[in-house]
């Protein structure tokens, strides 16, 4: 009894272990590359070469969590992530059910009047490099695409209940150089529906 008990434990170790692979404050960006993206165009790393910051929303369209999000997205790229400014910002489709891919996508984007880059990764390489494990959840590095902040963008899924501005607080540090006060933040979020055959 005692050494199947210890098995199991030693099981369940290694199964959280594995979950909870990813990215640490300080690791480089991923690389990726040729991401469909809403507007009939491809996204690489490479596109952003010129930003101080780089922001990666790993994120979707059936999520109620990443729904609530998305007009603070909106918001968060008019007044940070414009053409001209040296904060990029790209969000990132990993799921591949119905209502999550790129047809689907580029609908939400129109609706929802999404002014940032909405890229599809039909792999789920770029979610899987980085650790990521909800939607939304937000990885930001620096200029040299170190990792310097991870987790969620605020304190509420409702907007009128915000009260800490996690994601904003960390990128405009990071802008000016600095150490975020807060380096990490829980992610709050719908599960990413991970492909059994790709896992």
Request: include cysteine; proline fraction near 3%.
């Amino acid at each position: 009894m005692f050494r199947f008990a210890a098995a199991a434990v030693a099981a369940l170790v290694i199964v959280v272990g594995t979950q909870a692979a990813g990215l640490k404050i300080g690791d480089k960006c991923p690389t990726f590359s040729g991401l469909e993206t809403t507007d009939g165009k491809s996204v690489s790393l490479a596109d952003y070469k010129d930003k101080d910051v780089l922001v990666v929303c790993i994120t979707c369209n059936h999520c109620p969590v990443a729904k609530a999000y998305e007009d603070r997205l909106v918001q968060f790229a008019k007044k940070h992530a414009g053409k001209d400014s040296k904060i990029g910002f790209i969000a990132i489709n990993v799921n591949n059910g119905e209502e999550d891919r790129l047809p689907k996508m580029k609908e939400r984007a129109k609706s929802q009047g999404f002014n940032f880059t909405y890229a599809y990764d039909q792999t789920q390489k770029i979610a899987k490099d980085l650790g990521a494990k909800k939607t939304p959840e937000f990885f930001v590095f620096d200029k040299d695409r170190r990792l310097a902040y991870h987790g969620a963008m605020d304190d509420s899924m409702a907007a009128d209940k915000v009260t800490k501005h996690y994601l904003e607080d960390a990128v405009m540090a990071i802008a000016k150089g600095e150490t975020p006060d807060k380096a990490e933040i829980e992610a709050k979020g719908c599960g990413i529906m991970w492909d059994k055959d790709k896992k």
